[in-house]
């Protein structure tokens, strides 16, 4: 705050609170867009670990589904080998 000419002159403390109240203000409102930005980001990392947790369980199904797949398309036509095999090796076949 700047004394003007023909204003009654304030003391040094006065002039000192004057030009430190905009500044606690400004501070203030910053201080409140950074407590929500740290809100925001907490809610982010939340979000974020259950995605991976959702990520990680999907990929232990897809592989568990096709790890299964797998064994019945080799199993089936083995069994059939084997089941043909034993009958010829026992004379059923």
């Known amino acids: 705050m700047v004394v003007q000419a023909g204003e009654f002159p304030q003391t040094f403390q006065e002039q000192v609170l004057a030009e430190l109240w905009p500044i606690n203000s400004r ?3 910053q201080q409140q867009r950074l407590d929500k ?3 925001d980001v ?3 990392n939340i979000r974020l670990k259950t995605y991976q947790k959702a990520s990680d369980q999907l ?3 897809v592989s568990t589904i096709i790890t299964g797949a797998s064994a019945v398309i080799i199993l089936t036509p083995l069994g059939r080998t084997l089941a043909d095999f034993a009958a010829t090796a026992l004379g059923m076949g």
Do not use: F, G, S, Y
């Open 27 to 29: 501070l203030e409102a």
């Open 37 to 39: 930005l740290d809100q």
């Open 42 to 44: 907490q809610e982010l």
């Open 59 to 61: 990929l232990i199904l």
